[in-house]
């Protein structure tokens, strides 16, 4: 058995290798082709016509990109912010009707988006928050948060009440005590929850689409014309856009956590430097 | 004086419905608590003494009853406000601050500056004898350290009172031992009054100047620990001290009478007539040898012996006597005269013969 890990290892990096590096090779090929047809394996001519279109000029690439950004950034804070309470009630607490919430709360996980954006589009046709940035934040919590309240759920339930207690009687109040226990315990749930929430809200098309009716214009919504019949070359580039915008969302959200966290640590270190 | 008192303390669970026996509950318990003092509850897990610490923590709330310390009536202060400490089973230390930043906590939540917090902190630190340990994180201690840390932490706010919730009983004997010591001398030391929950009566005897025996929510009896285990005032106590030789019996006008006629003496016409037990402590039993005097009063038996066993400085003896199976501890010397199914005679003194009245 021992014998065979390497070669093991050697299959499972392969086979990842197959799985996620592949498919992004036609793509990357497909991008800078200029006509690309059956039955050729690579294209005949290469030109960065799709990469000129989508990275200069008047595609608005840029800015839909800040806008994804600025929508999926915005969605993981309203997230963040309901999830905590949410988790703390749902796991402290024992109330009539506890499982018709959960059953709420994870019911977008299970139905289908487009049954209930539906709903939502007719009400905010009333509100008039269609074809606002606000509606489309608003909309896009309802898929992500379930994740969120989820992920700070796990965490929440490694929480006993004897930190609390301690916390108190050590003389912590409500606020001191969730800033300086809860909030740290809870800390590795919420940054698996953000980023689960920052991905599906870039992720989004549909909801995107009814809620804001093509005047707010992310990302998805400017790739989907061109992969659904228009120009495989641009929309190839702006897949691959989308996968770098995704992946350096995550990277940047991940960096920022851990250079706080470590800020924070060499705070503490200095501060002990100054005074032993 | 600011004593703590304990008026009137209940507490009942709600009946739930897993739990189809009666629903645990704690009866009115009072108690006062002298400032300075190093207070026990003794009982068998889940007989309510920490219920009754929460209680008086502030971290449950009573049913009806008052907590006071001196002239201040605390039972509507919020636990956070009491200026009480506690420590618990685990140590329960914050793992993302260092040990000095976990023993300054309790500074910093009185808006202490941090200059003066930490060099109180490390002041206490060097106490409990962690000196130079506080620039780690607490995972970098051993359980008793960190138990030692708690310990700080809790006394570095000078409380009031400083409750704790079975505090060595994750640790290993020998460190429970040190730990002991050390929190008997820093009592003294800081003069504070301690409320102290344990299941350990060794623990409880050598750290407390009184303790109070517990048993199914309800308190039994509060004493110094010789009172206590000399004269328990209910089998359950003596039971419960490790007293096994608890025999069976009648008082009829002063004179007791074992249910098998064994036993048969004055007891004194202050004892009620009733049904009772004798306690007879392994202690109090007696070898006779030739060399040693006849009793003037007390009584002689005699009995075969069944087992000798080794333990930790003397040995402990079963005797079979006619009706009734007897613990007595010897020394090594008397154990010298002593073998398995041998018929020896042993005597009790009259002022260690105790009876208890059943209730």
């Known amino acids: 058995m021992r014998k065979n890990l390497p070669f093991a290892k050697g299959v499972l990096l392969l086979l990842l290798f197959f799985m996620i590096a592949l498919p992004f090779v036609p793509l990357l090929l497909s991008s800078f082709s200029f006509g690309w047809q059956w039955p050729h394996i690579v294209p005949e001519a290469f030109s960065f016509r799709a990469w000129n279109y989508v990275l200069t000029g008047s595609s608005g690439t840029w800015q839909a990109i800040g806008v994804s950004i600025f929508i999926a950034l915005i969605v993981t804070s309203i997230n963040i912010l309901l999830a905590i309470p949410a988790a703390h009630a749902l796991v402290r607490f024992s109330f009539r009707g506890k499982w018709l919430m959960e059953t709420i709360l994870f019911a977008p996980i299970v139905i289908p988006p487009f049954v209930a954006i539906m709903g939502i589009h007719l009400t905010f046709l009333r509100l008039g928050l269609t074809e606002t940035l606000l509606g489309v934040v608003l909309a896009h919590v309802s898929p992500t948060l379930p994740y969120v309240v989820r992920a700070v759920m796990v965490s929440y339930q490694t929480l006993s009440v004897d930190w609390e207690d301690q916390a108190r009687m050590l003389g912590a109040g409500p606020i001191s005590r969730f800033y300086s226990v809860v909030l740290p315990h809870l800390m590795p749930g919420i940054i698996a929850g953000a980023s689960l929430s920052v991905l599906i809200s870039l992720s989004q098309y549909l909801i995107t689409f009814i809620i804001g009716s093509g005047q707010v214009v992310t990302l998805p919504i400017l790739l989907f014309p061109f992969i659904s019949g228009g120009d495989p070359a641009v929309a190839s580039a702006y897949s691959l856009l989308f996968a770098v915008m995704a992946i350096a969302s995550l990277v940047g959200l991940d960096v920022l956590l851990k250079t706080y966290y470590r800020r924070k640590k060499t705070r503490q270190k200095t501060a002990k430097g100054v005074t032993t | ?359």
């Open chain 2, 1 to 359: 004086m600011s004593d703590l008192q304990i008026c009137q303390m209940k507490k009942q669970y709600p009946q739930t419905p897993k739990n189809e026996n009666t629903a645990f509950s704690l009866q009115a318990v009072n108690l006062t608590i002298r400032e300075g003092e190093f207070f026990s509850l003794l009982g068998p897990s889940g007989c309510g003494k920490t219920t009754l610490l929460k209680l008086v923590a502030g971290l449950l709330a009573p049913d009806t009853g008052e907590i006071w310390v001196g002239e201040r009536n605390l039972t509507a202060v919020p636990a956070e406000a009491r200026q009480f400490a506690m420590v618990f089973q685990q140590s329960l230390l914050f793992p993302h601050m260092t040990v000095e930043d976990n023993v300054a906590f309790g500074l910093k939540m009185q808006k202490v500056s941090k200059k003066q917090r930490l060099a109180k902190a490390r002041g206490m630190l060097k106490r409990v004898g962690l000196n130079g340990y506080g620039t780690r994180f607490p995972d970098a201690l051993s359980g008793g350290q960190q138990q030692r840390v708690a310990l700080a932490r809790a006394l570095v706010t000078q409380p009031r009172v400083l409750l704790m919730d079975e505090p060595f009983s994750a640790l290993d004997p020998s460190l429970r031992e040190e730990m002991r010591e050390l929190l008997s001398q820093i009592q003294k030391e800081f003069q504070v009054t301690v409320l102290f929950v344990t299941h350990d009566r060794e623990e409880a005897f050598y750290l407390s100047d009184r303790i109070a025996v517990m048993s199914d929510g309800e308190i039994l009896q509060v004493g110094k620990a010789k009172e206590l285990y000399e004269r328990p005032q209910t089998t359950k106590v003596a039971l419960f001290l490790g007293l096994k030789n608890s025999i069976e019996g009648i008082v009829e006008n002063g004179q007791f009478c074992s249910s098998e006629k064994q036993f048969n003496f004055s007891v004194g016409t202050t004892t009620p007539n009733g049904q009772c037990h004798l306690i007879l402590r392994p202690e109090a039993l007696q070898l006779i040898t030739k060399e040693s005097v006849n009793p003037s009063d007390g009584i002689c038996l005699h009995g075969i012996v069944k087992e000798i066993r080794f333990s930790h400085g003397f040995y402990v003896v079963n005797i079979h006597t006619a009706e009734y199976f007897l613990e007595c501890n010897l020394n090594s010397q008397q154990v010298a005269h002593v073998t398995i199914g041998q018929d020896i005679k042993f005597m009790v003194d009259a002022k260690d013969l105790w009876v208890v009245q059943n209730k």
